[in-house]
């Protein structure tokens, strides 16, 4: 199948490997002396421009930010028309939110690289091109990945990852030390009090995107996890879970169980699900991700982004905690260790997109979001423009997430939801509010294209 090809074309670890020894152009032309495993901030930033320089049609480098010591936090948009927005979906990338965690600089980096090798050439990765806008942030944290320290600064430095505005007061509950400037879960002053979070928080306000993934490999377990924004807590914490929960943790059990089949012995185990299973996992059955200041519990929180954590277990790194991205340390064991982690990602997230991103119409594919779920737009009915409308799912909406809207700047929507009829009210201030049922079966989603009309 077209999906079996190109996600494993673009997973594959040979493929990732070879794009990140790359220190010369994309295109292979006039290299440089190989880079180190991992290359200095500096020469990041050089690769993502020559990107951009052999490629300029579909690829974008743009500036989101300047980092707590001056340096510049670059996104790369890969896309047909890449110079500009078009009405696309939406998937966001992003690796190093902690700077000792630093092998999804590796898959980032190497997703572009094959991303732009094959434009053109694979006519699957062409397709996939032009369908979405799919964005990249490599290195979140560039003093930490330089310096190798967890937080983005040792001044006193912040976690970013407990620096988002979801819950942020609560992280006490969960993590006592994140009040400690010495502690290594320091929360900051405020919530996006840093310039890194507000970077990645600009950035996912003007994207919605649909789906994201932010790497890391802490993890002290002996196997790897993926980990969905928060669920159901304990007594003494009565937060209401997401009312897309079943869609999360579907999703999550999915990968996760795509994954356990795979080459990796135990496989990945998603935190707290029904399918977690100790004799095959080997790790504590932990609760989900806390209702905290974290970066996936925000951005669905925040826009209905299905964004994951993929925390990949540190037996992969020398049998240490961390790995250090100084170049002295390339290990060939280690190059073997990530080889195989990137194989069993390939496998899951393959399997994933495939059930749960498109569907087939004979030998036709649509590119569409893979329902079950709903799409739309929202325009003025006397001109036809984009409205920024409120889109409310009878029984899908309570306290613990903003309410959903469709995007100011072409009036689209979509929410996932389960097969069966809907109650969908669209409104919009100044607008008489109209709602409809939308019946959504198990396939491409529903379209549901409404023309507000404005108040007399």
């Known amino acids: 199948m077209i999906w079996r090809r190109l996600i494993l074309r673009l997973l594959t670890a040979g493929a990732l490997l070879a794009g990140l020894s790359l220190a010369g152009s994309p295109t292979g032309t006039n290299a440089q002396p190989q880079e ?16 951009q320089d052999s490629f300029p049609d579909i690829v974008r480098v743009r500036e989101i930010g300047r980092s707590q010591h001056g340096k510049p936090i670059l996104a790369v948009k890969v896309s047909d028309n890449a110079a500009r927005e078009e009405d696309e979906p939406a998937w966001l ?38 369908a979405y806008e799919i964005w990249f942030v490599p290195v979140q944290n560039v003093y930490g990945y330089e310096t190798n320290r967890r937080k983005n600064s040792d001044r006193p430095g912040v976690d970013l990852n407990r620096n988002y505005d979801f819950r942020w007061d609560r992280c006490t509950v969960y993590q006592p030390e994140c009040i400690d400037p010495n502690a290594s879960y320091y929360r900051g002053t405020a919530p996006f009090s840093e310039p890194e979070t507000r970077a990645l928080r600009d950035l996912a306000l003007e994207q919605r995107p649909l789906f994201g993934i932010d790497f890391h490999h802490g993890n002290p377990f002996p196997q790897s996890q ?7 807590r304990p007594a003494e914490d009565p937060f209401p879970p997401p009312p897309d929960q079943a869609r999360l ?49 925000w951005h669905h929180a925040a826009l209905g982004t299905l964004h994951y954590i993929v925390e990949i277990a540190q037996r992969l790194y020398n049998d240490g905690y961390f790995y250090t991205p100084d170049p002295s ?51 003025d009915v006397r001109t036809g423009r984009p409205l920024e409308a409120l889109v409310e799912v009878e029984g899908f909406t309570n306290d613990a997430v903003k309410a959903r809207t469709s995007d100011p700047e072409f009036g689209r929507f979509y929410r996932l939801l389960p097969a069966g009829t809907h109650s969908v009210r669209i409104s919009k201030e100044g607008y008489q509010s109209e709602t409809r049922r939308v019946t959504i079966a198990d396939g491409p989603p529903a379209i549901l294209d409404l023309a507000l009309t404005p108040r007399q």
């Open 93 to 130: 990338f992003l690796g190093i939110v902690h700077g000792r965690e630093p092998l999804g600089l590796r898959i980032t980096l190497g997703l572009i690289h094959d991303l732009t090798r094959g434009y053109g050439v694979d006519p699957e990765i062409t397709d996939w091109v032009n």
């Open 226 to 232: 993926i980990m969905r924004p928060w669920g159901a």
């Open 249 to 297: 943790s579907e999703t999550a059990r999915e990968l996760a169980s795509w994954i356990m089949v795979s080459r990796q012995a135990g496989g990945f185990c998603q935190m707290g699900s029904p399918m977690f299973d100790p004799a095959v996992c080997r790790m504590p059955a932990a609760a989900l991700l806390a209702p905290m200041g974290q970066s996936s519990n």
């Open 36 to 51: 180190a495993f991992y290359p200095s901030y500096e020469q990041i930033v050089a690769r993502l421009m020559r990107f």
């Open 329 to 379: 340390d390339d290990d060939p064991r280690s190059l073997r260790q990530a080889e195989e982690y990137v194989r069993n990602l390939s496998d899951g997230v393959r399997a994933w997109l495939r059930r749960f991103l498109h569907g087939r119409e004979g030998e036709n594919f649509i590119y569409r979001y893979r329902g079950p779920g709903i799409t739309g737009r929202v325009t």
